[in-house]
């Protein structure tokens, strides 16, 4: 059986990634999606392994001793990490594994993991971005400008990437994503370890 590969999706807020995402993980079965641990609380309707992995502090700093995330990084005064567990389980499973983290998350996964395949999702346009971050109405006319500020800094590194999707359309993000994971499986050295029996 083959083994499932890590594709590190990265991409400013407000691009879209979880609508793309959500329908590729429709339009692909045998696919993992990597659920974060965290060491904030839950809100109404989170559930525990779905959402997040929800961990006490004292947990997270034993795994972060012991080497068990990919990732991890403090946020406004909480935790966030992606563990090693999980994705390997999934990988050894067959299954390939999408890991939904920014920039600075996905540096530290490879260089822990140089084979993962890394792909930035940008928008068409700054100026779509920001109809984008505005038509959420979640956010004050500051934190747009904030969030478009990290965006271009973020896309200052979108050339280290393997890939590079332009979020026009869902269903042109979704057909890219599937070609190159698609792709990514076709490379010989699986093909050739596939015919001769290894």
């Not at 993980?25 to 109404?44: H, I, M, Q, W």
């Not at 090693?84 to 490879?110: C, P, R, S, W």
Request: hydrophobic letters at 35%; one cysteine or more.
């Amino acid at each position: 059986m083959r083994r499932g590969k890590t594709f590190i999706i990265s991409g400013p807020s407000g691009v879209g990634k979880s609508t793309v995402l959500s329908a590729l993980l429709e339009k692909r079965g045998n696919v993992y999606f990597s659920v974060s641990a965290t060491t904030r609380d839950p809100r109404p309707g989170e559930e525990n392994g779905v959402h997040y992995h929800f961990l006490d502090v004292d947990t997270f700093r034993k795994w972060i001793v012991n080497d068990e995330f990919l990732e991890y990084a403090e946020y406004v005064g909480n935790f966030y990490g992606t563990p090693k567990k999980y994705v390997d389980t999934a990988m050894n499973q067959g299954k390939d594994v999408i890991l939904d983290i920014e920039v600075q998350g996905a540096i530290q996964v490879t260089g822990k993991r140089p084979d993962v395949v890394r792909i930035f999702i940008a928008p068409p346009s700054w100026a779509e971005l920001e109809r984008r971050l505005t038509e959420r109405g979640t956010d004050s006319q500051e934190k747009i400008q904030k969030r478009l500020l990290r965006a271009k800094v973020e896309f200052q590194t979108a050339h280290t990437y393997d890939y590079f999707v332009i979020n026009d359309t869902v269903e042109n993000a979704v057909r890219e994503l599937d070609a190159i994971m698609t792709a990514e499986h076709c490379k010989p050295k699986e093909r050739m370890e596939i015919i001769s029996g290894r």
